[in-house]
């Protein structure tokens, strides 16, 4: 009988046309597990890789590479011994999981402060192309290689794909940072770029006891979807043209004063003078979205100073940050429009043409479907 082989989509480098190829689907080790993906995100930071902002081979990363992180799947085959998911829920072959899709080793300094998402060993499995077995560690690849000690929870059936593909990396992401930041009942948030990160976060934010949700965007079809996940007032670019105007009306929403934390989720160093002008005192600047190196901005160091601002990076997530976005959905599911976050779908074959169409900026979401 011939070896069953999945189809991922290769990626060689920036301006690079991304090649279908096929693996052998491997036997899961004891521990791990093999998933069927059934729809996979291009997040952010797909796309930086793939604009070449951020260097994949400086980072150690040789090619191929399978680009994607934020997805779900069913399980495939699951290792004798692997009878429970990180909750203490049974699994079984066929059911539905979300996983946080990066493994911190336990022993670095970081781990053992117990802030995993700090690991430097997290994604080491990367450091190998995907000619190399288990092949399947991308998204974008019909398989999925779930390695051991990974955080797993089974999905409930009532939610669907749509709504839970950006639980393992967009919205844990903004459920612990946003923890981070201290984020308190009656406090004002304002959200730097409505995409994926930034429409999640009016939500996390809302349901934490947010008093205002400011949230920052040009184009209206995401302004339009962050109000429907908890937006009170929205700022359009396109008639706030400059920052010191987005600065000011900032000012005058919080009665002078300034908000009491920003979120940096567009994903560029253009927007951070502005919004660490747009704190108050005591307030809290929370950057995610720029993870491209040797991409800098001019900083005023008075502003953190006679501010008494604290700045706070967040790099993935913890595993109960995970599970509580999983939670929140569930109770949530017809509160907010999880499934709408998505705006686009493609197969597997046409990834190249996915990807130009979030680079074009005109989506919150796009996804390949399997």
């Known amino acids: 009988m011939a070896a069953l082989t999945g189809r991922v989509a290769a990626f060689f480098g920036p301006g690079k046309r991304m090649e279908i190829r096929e693996y052998p689907v491997p036997d899961p ?3 791990a597990i093999v998933l069927r993906t059934t729809l996979a995100n291009i997040c952010g930071s797909d796309l930086h890789q793939w604009r070449g902002e951020f260097d994949v081979e400086k980072f150690g990363r040789p090619y191929p ?5 934020e997805m779900t799947g069913r399980i495939f085959r699951l290792r004798a011994g692997v009878t429970h998911d990180s909750a ?8 539905r999981v979300v996983f946080r899709y990066f493994y911190p080793c336990g022993s670095c300094r970081a781990c053992l402060k117990r802030v995993a998402r700090a690991c430097p060993n997290a994604r080491t499995y990367l ?14 690849g019909e398989y999925y290689y779930v390695r051991p000690r990974a955080a797993v929870f089974r999905v409930p059936e009532a939610l669907t794909d749509e709504m839970i593909a950006g639980v393992n990396c967009a919205l844990a992401q903004v459920v612990g940072g946003l923890q981070l ?15 994926g990160l930034g429409v999640y976060a009016c939500a996390v934010a809302k349901e934490m006891g947010a008093g205002l949700v400011i949230a920052i965007d040009g184009i209206p079809e995401r302004l339009a979807l962050a109000k429907g996940f908890g937006a009170d007032v929205l700022l359009d670019l396109r008639e706030l043209r400059t920052p010191e ?5 900032v000012r005058a929403l919080t009665g002078g004063w300034g908000a009491d934390v920003v979120a940096e989720l567009a994903g560029h160093p253009r927007v951070c003078p502005e919004g660490l002008r747009m704190l108050g005192r005591t307030g809290r600047y929370l950057e995610i979205g720029n993870i491209n190196p040797g991409l800098t901005f001019d900083l005023d160091p008075s502003l953190l100073i006679f501010g008494n601002v604290t700045v706070h990076g967040m790099v993935y997530y913890e595993a109960e940050h995970l599970a509580q976005a999983l939670h929140l959905i569930a109770r949530t599911q017809t509160k907010y429009p999880w499934a709408r976050v998505l705006s686009h779908k493609f197969p597997l074959a046409q990834i190249n043409e996915a990807f130009q169409t979030a680079d074009q900026g005109q989506v919150t979401r796009a996804a390949i479907t399997f």
């Open 65 to 69: 590479q399978i680009l994607g992180h």
């Open 29 to 31: 080790e004891p521990g």
């Open 181 to 195: 930041a201290g984020l308190r009942v009656g406090e004002s948030l304002v959200v730097q770029g409505a995409g």
């Open 88 to 95: 203490g829920e049974p699994l079984r072959e066929g059911d």
């Open 127 to 140: 450091k190998k192309s995907c000619d190399h077995p288990p092949h399947f560690y991308g998204a974008f």
């Open 245 to 249: 105007e987005r600065v000011e009306r």
